[in-house]
């Protein structure tokens, strides 16, 4: 619509790292002035692409132009001086400095090249943080004393002292008070008043609404729409974005009799809590059975399913596991009674990256193929081996280093360790995420087979219609309770979307300015 | 399940087509390259030695005597590499070997003979070592801290017991292991223990649960915890394995010397470390070997050897030992970007 090229134009941005494609040729168009947000579960692919922006990674493909000119962000100095400021969700402030030196970091100003100007440092910062609506900060006290409101402030301020045209926020509001939310949107908007472009991200879809001009959703490294109006493009369609399909999926048939509800269940959850994460849950899984957890991020899905297994210590309640009560808070505990965790983060939290997949499958089985701490390793390949070739891992060598493997063929290894030691409950955190779309079919399938192998299976998920293709029952979560339980046939997506967001309580506070609609209840498209 | 039973076996999530064997072909080459490149490293001093000083290098004396020095040092360094492979640190190698030397050779220890020194150098080891685990595993300190505190308390300790005073050994049975002439099986004794320990160690990395939760730990502690080990009591294992070695390797200074002293291990933990790197070990944990570490031991053994026989000064031994540290982790660096 604007007469000049947009500020900045990204087109068909393509990164990939060792087993996953984070970017798959995503395009981004972002006006001078507008708020332009970027929507899209963890692992959409929106981290990987402000860092491209930054100039943190370099792309594999695509290209970036800048006011119509073609651009290489070869290095984060690079982006900045093009006028592009990150700021991270993770803060990237120095704690041991004072506001003013991180607000100058690098370019601090100096008297014969090299002397710092201290006084004119701290006289632009006190000026810098006036114009942010916070001059009760101090520009020379140091960072780690202030409060996270404060330090965000604080890393705005160091993005302004730059000639800045676009600002990235990754999560701005995550750690804000309501009233601090209030500035930061007083903020935005002076900023694009100005002119400068904000890409906001955020998972509050309400925030969208009341701040953003036009939103782009990411979805498995695409961009699955762009440039809706944020507006008026309605909640469910914009939710249906990020968690619905893009592909038909086959799911696998789920057993055609019921599993008997006389059987014991073998997990048993009871009034687990952890204050600030999540309310007291009551659930439980029957061997056989597939249940599964359906909730936006920050819903606490993953928190109760890390809790559960013991890597969080609850504030309250029990986890039963075969009728014995489990020590809380130990991971221990929990794999000696048979649970086995496929955690989000497969890299950072399953993998020896380093190792072979036969390693990383024996690393939680290891005794059984020793004696006296002497490892058969031949024995240890064997097994490993089977339980790869059981879920049809690829390639069918476990001496290959993990990771060379596909995201798929990564989360099989992880499969195959809890197989190998005999597990009797899965809880499977985000199984599909980072694998390619071809292959989750296959994953479903496994996961089923195992089920009816006998295993219960405790499902997480992002994607409401993996949940309803693949559980048994299914928990609806919203802000850390639990809203809704239901066998998976008697829901649908769009029950399950309206269950998610419905009157969710962060809403009720600042959708004062939205239109009523903002339930999803209005007819969507 | 009732129908889709299993999934097609040629099924679309396939590597890459550059993955698979290749892959981990070079992975086995990498390996092979770093070994053999230090061993190059070796040969190449042999012949520098052979050349410069044909007569008194390759004697055969002065090759037992390169091996029995680097025994010491290497007792010490295989201890050293479990710890980094673990992602930790010992700071503290050189003064538990100087405060079991001493403790060993009090002349209440020496009323108990051989077997009160060896019992004695080892428990101190241990005892030292085991501080060191408590604070780092269970504790929660930094290992640099714990164990530069450490490094502080055991040398303070060794100079409170001697009083800066050589303690002097008197039990013949002792001495006779640190003669020239002495020979266990064919070999020198210490020379013997070093090797013992070496394939000991090999075995314990490379077969047993204990290795491998070692290289889980130092490559991934989350994902370990996660996989149901217990990282806290590995990591304390790891402190009193490197203790244990430097109780032996107290001891085998104690047949040499003939003495104990409150200077002995002097800088020991940075030659163990400057070896462990050499010789491929990850300073962030998860990777390493001990022939390795023992190759690395064996090339800083040689130089110092061939410089002393050449009369030049300690000062360029160790300007060569820095460039050689440098020169090894820049080659890894290499070797290990290209893949």
Redesign the interface.
Known sequence: MAPEPPLLSMSGITKSFPGVRALDGVDLDVQAGEVHCLLGQNGAGKSTLIKVLAGAHQPDDGTISWRGEPVTLRSPIVAMRLGIATIYQELDLVEHLSVAENVHLGHEPTAAGFVVRGKAAKASTAALLKRLGHPEVEPGRLVGELSAAQQQIVSMARALSHDVRLIVMDEPSAALDPEEVDNLFRIVGDLTADGVAVVYISHRLEEIRRIGDRVTVLKDGRAVAGGLPAKSTPTREVVALMTGRNVEY?F??R??TPRDADVAPVLEVQGLAREGEFAPVDLTVRPGEIVGLAGLVGSGRSEILETI?G?RKPTAGQVIVGGSVLRPGS??A???AGLG?A?EERK????????SVT?NVS??S??RF?RG???D?GAELGAARAATREL?L??D?P???VR???G??QQKAVLA?WLL?GCRVLLLDEPTRG??V??R??LY??I??LA?EGLAVLLVSSEVPEVLGLADRVLVLREGQVVHTAPARELDEHRVLDLVMEGAPVASASSAVDSPAAGGRGPAS | MTQPVSPPRDSTDKVPSTGQLPAWRTTVARADVRTLSLLGVLAALIVVGGITKPDEFLDTRNLQLVLTQGSVIGVVTVGMTFVIMSGGIDLSVGAIVALASVWATTVATQEYGFAGILFTAVLVGVGCGLVNGLLIAYGGMVPFIATLAMLASARGLALQITDGATQIVTIDSVLDLGERDAYILGIPPLVLVFAVVTIIGWLILNRTTFGRRTVAVGGNAEAARLAGIDVRRQRLYLYLLSGLCCGIAAFLLIILSGSGQNTNGNLYELDAIAAAIIGGTLLSGGRGTIVGSVLGVLIFTTITNIFALNNLQSDVQQIAKGAIIVAAVLVQRRTASTT
């Open positions: 086959v696998p048939e057993p055609a297994y890597a991971v221990r929990a794999v000696r965790l955690p950072a939290q399953a993998l020896l990256m380093l190792e390693r690393v939680s290891m005794s020793a701490g002497w490892i390793r049809s690829r390639p060598n001496s290959v280093p060379t493997l596909s798929g063929n360790r030691r694998v390619d071809g292959a079919a296959e399938a496994v089923r087979r009816d």
